[in-house]
């Protein structure tokens, strides 16, 4: 893979002679084996020729958008790349293209932010070196913030509701009336705690608990 998108960064570079301006990279994911990346960096390769950008490396990967930024390989790479100014600008498809998640987007788009790399999205039109494109970047954190309240709300009110109708939060307790039962009776038989937790294969602060909840 590795070699077939270095063959296509030269031969990119041999199609025309051009003045570029600009070193950029392209970042092309797709989900599946099944799906290919071959559409998009053609498209983008016309882009970048449109606007002469010189195609410095292409970051290809197959994965989930859902995915968190740690499991992408690729595009750990790209943001290492860019963090050592390898190129100024990147180019996608589209904005899901980097993440599906918000929360994610916002921490890609603020790392490259901090190191002046911008994101030009081919699908949405947007270009964060413009003005209209660097207010779509923080329109995208009032999103996620806004995204991040409303899924604490939503979960706040589930479970005030749940716990009006009689659900009980917390881990569930191992200590059955059976246990306590049988903790009782091998402690009334004269039995040290340890043996008993070792009889039941309990721990020694489970008897001790049990022994207090019989008294209770």
């Given at each position: 893979m590795k070699k077939h998108i270095d063959e296509m960064v030269k031969s990119y570079r041999e199609d025309d002679e051009l003045d570029f301006v600009l070193d950029i990279a392209l970042y092309v994911r797709v989900s599946t084996s099944s799906?290919?990346?071959?559409?998009?960096?053609?498209e983008l390769k016309e882009i970048c020729k449109r606007n002469r950008w010189n195609i410095v490396e292409i970051?290809?990967?197959?994965?989930?958008?859902?995915?968190g930024?740690?499991?992408r390989a690729?595009?750990?790479?790209?943001?290492?790349?860019?963090t050592r100014k390898k190129f100024s600008k990147i180019v996608v498809w589209s904005v899901d293209r980097?993440?599906?998640?918000?929360?994610?987007?916002v921490n890609v788009l603020s790392q490259l932010k901090d190191i002046d790399c911008d994101i030009y999205s081919y699908q949405q039109g947007i270009d964060t070196?413009?003005?209209?494109?660097?207010?779509?970047?923080?329109?995208?954190g009032i999103f996620s913030e806004l995204e991040n309240n409303i899924r604490k709300e939503r979960q706040s009110i589930g479970i005030r509701r749940a716990l009006e109708n009689g659900a009980k939060f917390g881990r569930k307790s191992i200590m059955s009336d059976k246990l306590v039962k049988?903790?009782?009776?091998?402690?009334?038989?004269?039995?040290?705690?340890?043996?008993?937790?070792?009889?039941?294969?309990?721990s020694t602060f489970v008897v001790q608990k049990s022994l207090k909840t019989s008294v209770i």
């Open positions: 799906q290919h990346t071959e559409n998009q960096i053609y970051y290809d990967e197959t994965i989930s958008g859902t995915k930024v740690n499991e690729e595009l750990n790479r790209m943001l290492e790349d860019a980097l993440s599906r998640s918000m929360k994610s987007l070196s413009t003005t209209m494109g660097s207010s779509f970047f923080h329109m995208i049988s903790v009782v009776d091998l402690r009334n038989q004269g039995l040290s705690m340890r043996k008993i937790a070792t009889e039941l294969n309990i």
